[in-house]
């Protein structure tokens, strides 16, 4: 027990070296408090944007952004730092493209009632979340979700997906790909009707 | 309404999206150092990169969800049974509700490996063919390689109690964030930190090295009581006296057990078990000490302690609770 003191000491010295945000606590960070705003954060984009594919780069922007602020400081609370840094990068966008759709002005001072409201629950029952991934792989087209329960639920390589489907290599990669980019988009970026069901 | 792998944004992000995905699906079959050092510079190149890989393996992660709510009897056996169940014709639907009954605890791949995994709160004990233990803590994901010449497990993600019989012929290693970890006769623990690796050894002895082949003169061999804190740079041995070892490993008995532990430690520590989490508030009440043990379930227990005896206030957030002065 003579050593209690060094060990102890030490183990303070290792906490301390952990206290900034690294990479993985800004990750962390980013998959606990910022993707579940993500459903409002495209509904506010997609309002002030022409087209969707623009709401998807400016998804990227506020996100890099939000990152390399947090990497130094963790923003608390959470919500108005991600709007205010999506409402600026759309003001430097307006600007930019010298477009201003004749609602902008208004649309960004509604924001702060998107700002203000309370985020959405975080906790969810594990009941509740298997509905909700039940209700992700429905809206994947029929081959898709194939591939996607095959690779996730079942753990099959891409190979034996292949063989199992009697499709290729490659075509199955390719279903995988968009599968998992579908999944993201359907459970963080489109509103939960559970959420609003309850 | 179309389908939602339909319409993908195929924008300067959108392209980054599809690498990102195209890296996320190499993951989950063969990986190698040396795709793991091709991955590592893609992630370094932009933070665009990460947080578009972040997003879609967070997504992905949700999905496993689904396996670890199959509870049955512990398998026994290393070789992994197909479980017949998983008839592909029936889709998704069929899947899901036989996954919310419960239906096997394992998963196998074609190539032979088995995948383990536990939810939040769960325990799980694995025993493999060879007599070997490995006992899952909560939120835990580990993969093991069924491998004629080497017994090899992948810690995926959470922490795991490896008790090993060793076999000089098949040496038994753990690969867990970058680094190896051969056991030479032991018992020792694996957890993956929020950024680093920590390896406790109980028993025997082990040694741990970065997973890349270049990096072997960094290898560490530890002593009982020993514990590796691993970080992508560097390797940090500490000694802990057997007391606080031993409270360390009460989660294989469900417990947690906190002596002097600040409240920020102690919050974390449950809510690494439950749902309801718990939010220290205020800064400066992070920093006081607690002591007790409690099951790793009973968070309004230690809510209770927090308010009557520790007089601080506490309200509810949604699911969780938010500590404050």
Same mark, same amino acid.
């Given at each position: 027990?003579?050593?209690?003191?060094?060990?102890?000491?030490?183990?303070?010295?290792?906490?301390?070296?952990?206290?900034?945000?690294?990479?993985?606590?800004?990750?962390?960070?980013? *998959? /606990?408090?910022?993707?579940?705003?993500?459903?409002?954060?495209?509904?506010?984009?997609?309002?002030?944007?022409?087209?969707?594919?623009?709401?998807?780069?400016? /998804?990227?922007?506020?996100? *890099?952004?939000?990152?390399?602020?947090?990497?130094?400081?963790?923003?608390?609370?959470?919500?108005?730092?991600?709007?205010?840094?999506?409402?600026?990068?759309?003001?430097?966008?307006?600007?930019?493209?010298?477009?201003?759709?004749?609602?902008?002005?208004?649309?960004?001072?509604?924001?702060?009632?998107?700002?203000?409201?309370?985020?959405?629950?975080?906790?969810? *029952?594990?009941?509740?979340?298997?509905?909700?991934?039940?209700?992700?792989?429905?809206?994947?087209?029929? /081959?898709?979700?194939? *591939?996607?329960?095959?690779?996730?639920?079942?753990?099959?390589?891409?190979?034996?997906?292949?063989?199992?489907?009697?499709?290729?290599?490659?075509?199955?990669?390719?279903?995988?790909?968009?599968?998992?980019?579908?999944?993201?988009?359907?459970?963080?970026?489109?509103?939960?009707?559970?959420?609003?069901?309850? | 309404?179309?389908?939602?792998?339909?319409?993908?944004?195929?924008?300067?992000?959108?392209?980054?999206?599809? +690498?990102?995905?195209?890296?996320?699906?190499?993951?989950?079959?063969?990986?190698?150092?040396?795709?793991?050092?091709?991955?590592?510079?893609?992630?370094? +190149?932009?933070?665009?990169?990460?947080?578009?890989?972040?997003?879609?393996?967070?997504?992905? =992660?949700?999905?496993?969800?689904?396996?670890?709510?199959?509870?049955?009897?512990?398998?026994?056996?290393?070789?992994?049974?197909?479980?017949?169940?998983?008839?592909?014709?029936?889709?998704?639907?069929?899947?899901?509700?036989?996954?919310?009954?419960?239906?096997?605890?394992?998963?196998?791949?074609?190539?032979?490996?088995?995948?383990?995994?536990?939810?939040?709160?769960?325990?799980?004990?694995?025993?493999?063919?060879?007599?070997?233990?490995? =006992?899952?803590?909560?939120?835990?994901?580990?993969?093991?390689?069924?491998?004629?010449? =080497?017994?090899? &497990?992948?810690?995926?993600?959470?922490?795991?109690?490896?008790?090993?019989?060793?076999?000089?012929?098949?040496?038994?290693?753990?690969?867990?964030?970058?680094?190896?970890?051969?056991?030479?006769?032991?018992?020792?623990?694996?957890?993956?930190?929020?950024?680093?690796?920590?390896?406790?050894?109980?028993?025997?002895?082990?040694?741990?090295?970065?997973?890349?082949?270049?990096?072997?003169?960094?290898?560490?061999?530890?002593?009982?009581?020993? &514990?590796?804190?691993?970080?992508?740079?560097?390797?940090?041995?500490?000694?802990?006296?057997?007391?606080?070892?031993?409270?360390?490993?009460?989660?294989?008995?469900?417990?947690?057990?906190?002596?002097?532990?600040?409240?920020?430690?102690?919050?974390?520590?449950?809510?690494?078990?439950?749902?309801?989490?718990?939010?220290?508030?205020?800064?400066?009440?992070?920093?006081?000490?607690?002591?007790?043990?409690?099951?790793?379930?009973?968070?309004?227990?230690?809510?209770?302690?927090?308010?009557?005896?520790?007089?601080?206030?506490? =309200?509810?957030?949604?699911?969780?609770?938010?500590?404050?002065?």
């Amino acid at each position: 027990m003579a050593e209690t003191p060094d060990s102890q000491r030490e183990n303070e010295a290792v906490r301390a070296a952990r206290a900034g945000m690294n990479t993985a606590e800004v990750k962390a960070w980013f *998959v /606990r408090e910022v993707l579940p705003l993500e459903a409002a954060l495209m509904q506010y984009l997609h309002h002030n944007l022409a087209s969707g594919s623009d709401a998807a780069d400016l /998804r990227q922007d506020v996100y *890099v952004r939000v990152c390399e602020v947090a990497r130094k400081q963790p923003p608390d609370p959470v919500r108005p730092f991600v709007f205010t840094i999506a409402r600026n990068l759309l003001i430097d966008r307006m600007r930019r493209e010298q477009v201003v759709p004749i609602d902008a002005v208004s649309d960004l001072e509604a924001l702060n009632i998107a700002i203000d409201m309370p985020g959405p629950e975080r906790a969810v *029952v594990a009941r509740d979340e298997l509905r909700r991934l039940q209700i992700a792989l429905d809206r994947l087209s029929p /081959r898709c979700r194939e *591939v996607v329960v095959l690779a996730r639920i079942e753990g099959l390589t891409g190979r034996a997906i292949a063989a199992r489907l009697g499709i290729s290599e490659p075509a199955v990669s390719q279903q995988l790909d968009n599968g998992m980019r579908a999944l993201a988009e359907v459970l963080y970026g489109e509103p939960s009707d559970l959420r609003r069901g309850n | 309404m179309s389908h939602a792998d339909e319409n993908l944004s195929a924008s300067a992000a959108g392209q980054i999206e599809a +690498q990102a995905a195209a890296w996320l699906r190499r993951r989950q079959g063969e990986w190698n150092d040396a795709r793991q050092t091709e991955f590592d510079a893609w992630l370094a +190149q932009t933070s665009a990169h990460q947080v578009a890989f972040w997003r879609l393996e967070a997504a992905w =992660e949700r999905g496993s969800r689904l396996e670890a709510l199959r509870n049955t009897p512990m398998p026994s056996r290393a070789e992994p049974q197909r479980p017949g169940w998983l008839r592909f014709t029936k889709m998704a639907a069929a899947v899901i509700a036989v996954a919310a009954i419960g239906a096997t605890a394992y998963l196998a791949t074609r190539t032979g490996d088995a995948v383990y995994a536990t939810a939040l709160g769960e325990r799980k004990v694995v025993t493999l063919g060879d007599g070997s233990r490995i =006992e899952l803590n909560t939120d835990t994901s580990l993969r093991i390689a069924a491998n004629a010449t =080497e017994r090899k &497990v992948i810690l995926e993600r959470g922490e795991a109690f490896f008790q090993i019989v060793h076999d000089g012929t098949h040496p038994f290693t753990v690969i867990a964030r970058g680094h190896r970890i051969t056991d030479l006769g032991t018992k020792f623990t694996v957890r993956e930190g929020r950024d680093s690796l920590q390896v406790t050894l109980v028993e025997g002895s082990a040694e741990i090295a970065p997973a890349a082949a270049a990096d072997r003169d960094h290898s560490i061999v530890l002593k009982p009581g020993e &514990v590796a804190v691993a970080t992508a740079a560097s390797i940090a041995v500490l000694k802990k006296p057997a007391a606080e070892l031993n409270d360390e490993m009460a989660w294989r008995r469900g417990m947690l057990i906190f002596d002097r532990t600040t409240l920020a430690d102690a919050a974390a520590e449950f809510n690494r078990y439950n749902d309801t989490k718990l939010v220290i508030a205020d800064r400066s009440i992070a920093k006081q000490t607690i002591g007790g043990k409690f099951s790793t379930a009973d968070v309004s227990g230690f809510v209770e302690i927090m308010q009557q005896l520790m007089g601080l206030r506490v =309200e509810r957030r949604g699911r969780d609770f938010v500590i404050s002065h």
